[in-house]
């Protein structure tokens, strides 16, 4: 006969909860970014049934016909490039971004606030502005050049994809700039902790 089921009592272990992102208060910046690079990214996302369509396609046309098509090898590129590009903004935003997690969630919250603002300030936001200030020259260069693809049969207005690169950037940065509001928002203008609290 089955023995019924004991309470959880003094001694039962109780898993914890998973790790979960920095919960940041909302400010008037990010009420207006973050929405915006919500819709983009899940726009962007679509890109990537595209690309994988993109990429069968070539696989047949060679395997199958043994017709190779340099676009299509050039578009998977572009595709790819457009994606990444376009999300990292998103991934900032939504805190999914690529992180040494074994570390980080064994800080404080306040803690990784601090950390957080400090690279985004010292190092996310001198990086994208060196993106933006050469990279939109390195698009204006190739339009200006009508530069095409090297390859015969690839594909032109290769300035296209190059400045794909300078509103990736440009997204990232409203990215940090509403990220960083929320950070000081949640370290300055937060409701005051008592001193014996761990946060």
């Keep these: 006969m ?31 970014i973050d929405p915006l690079l919500v819709a983009i990214g899940n726009a962007v996302s679509w890109i990537w049934v595209l690309l994988l369509a993109v990429i069968v396609c070539n696989v047949l046309l060679r395997y199958a016909f043994g017709e190779g098509r340099v ?8 595709l790819y490039s457009v994606g990444f590009m376009l999300g990292l903004g998103y991934a900032l935003q ?16 306040t803690t990784q606030a601090w950390i957080e603002l400090y690279g985004l300030i010292l190092f996310v936001l001198p ?12 698009a204006a260069d190739s339009f200006v050049t009508g530069e095409v693809s090297s390859s015969p049969g690839g594909l032109p207005y290769r300035w296209a994809i190059k400045a794909v690169l300078v509103l ?8 940090a700039l509403s990220r960083i509001t929320r950070l000081w928002k949640f370290l300055f203008l937060g409701p005051r902790r008592s001193p014996g609290s761990t946060d």
Excluded: C, K
Aim: glycine share 6%.
């Design 168 to 175: 990736g950037f440009a997204l990232l940065g409203l990215a």
């Design 127 to 138: 990086f994208i502005a060196l993106m933006l200030i050469y990279g939109a020259q390195f």
């Design 71 to 78: 676009e299509f090898e050039e578009i998977q590129w572009h």
């Design 2 to 32: 089955a023995s019924p089921p004991r309470e959880p009592g003094r001694n039962a272990v109780v898993e914890a909860p998973p790790a979960s992102s920095l919960a940041l208060p909302q400010t008037a910046l990010s009420r207006r």
């Design 94 to 109: 939504a805190d999914v971004h690529v992180r040494v997690d074994v570390l980080h969630e064994r800080l404080r919250p």
